[in-house]
């Protein structure tokens, strides 16, 4: 069956792009908007899919996405000529959140492939990140839609918040959430 990329989501295009990687030894890790499109059923556009690689060397990464029809444009960017909507980025790793870098993502079992992507809660601490750190206003935003879209372990983000130093925006944060938490 061919992959519909003109109609895919950021869900379908990170199965399967994620899938095909770890098939040929490519170990990568979701994070970014995309897990918030995720997370939140679609309510929140990423427009791209921020892939971390977790193995050391990476050299065939190229040849790996040239096979399921991706085009790299830049240094990090792979985009599909039948998917506009949506392209690829590989920023470097490792992962980190913040001051955190001891990050274990979720992993999901897709037709035999082990993919990963970052926890609910991990999402939310780094979607907070960038409003503590950049004041994108729009990252506390959406670490609401995936807290009221998810099960999230509030008191690790709040330690979280409290390690960054960012105490005040833990407490904007949990704001947000006592409508929803009634």
């Given at each position: 069956?061919?992959?519909?990329?003109?109609?895919c989501?950021?869900?379908a295009?990170?199965?399967?792009v994620?899938?095909?990687?770890?098939?040929?030894?490519?170990?990568?890790?979701?994070?970014?908007?995309?897990?918030?499109?995720?997370?939140?059923?679609?309510?929140?556009?990423?427009?791209?899919?921020?892939?971390?690689?977790?193995?050391?060397?990476?050299?065939?990464?190229?040849?790996?996405?040239?096979?399921?029809?991706?085009?790299?444009?830049?240094?990090?960017?792979?985009?599909?000529?039948?998917?506009?909507?949506?392209?690829?980025?590989?920023?470097?790793?490792?992962?980190?959140?913040?001051?955190?870098?001891?990050?274990?993502?979720?992993?999901?079992?897709?037709?035999?492939?082990?993919?990963?992507?970052?926890?609910?809660?991990?999402?939310?601490?780094?979607?907070?990140?960038?409003?503590?750190?950049?004041?994108?206003?729009?990252?506390?935003?959406?670490?609401?839609?995936?807290?009221?879209?998810?099960?999230?372990?509030?008191?690790?983000?709040?330690?979280?918040?409290?390690?960054?130093?960012?105490?005040?925006?833990?407490?904007?944060?949990?704001?947000?959430?006592?409508?929803?938490?009634?």
């Open positions: 069956m061919k992959f519909d990329f003109k109609n989501s950021e869900e295009l990170w199965k399967y994620a899938s095909h990687l770890n098939k040929k030894g490519i170990d990568t890790v979701l994070v970014g908007g995309a897990v918030v499109s995720i997370y939140t059923k679609g309510a929140y556009k990423s427009g791209d899919l921020d892939f971390i690689t977790t193995n050391l060397f990476v050299d065939d990464l190229p040849e790996a996405m040239a096979e399921i029809g991706f085009k790299k444009t830049s240094k990090r960017h792979y985009e599909h000529p039948e998917c506009p909507h949506l392209f690829v980025e590989f920023p470097p790793g490792p992962i980190g959140i913040g001051e955190e870098l001891n990050i274990e993502p979720d992993v999901m079992n897709v037709k035999g492939a082990a993919i990963k992507i970052l926890s609910p809660t991990d999402s939310v601490k780094d979607r907070l990140a960038s409003y503590i750190h950049f004041q994108d206003r729009d990252g506390l935003d959406q670490a609401l839609l995936i807290a009221k879209s998810q099960p999230i372990k509030l008191d690790a983000v709040l330690k979280w918040c409290e390690r960054e130093g960012a105490i005040d925006a833990f407490e904007e944060f949990k704001q947000g959430l006592e409508p929803y938490s009634k």
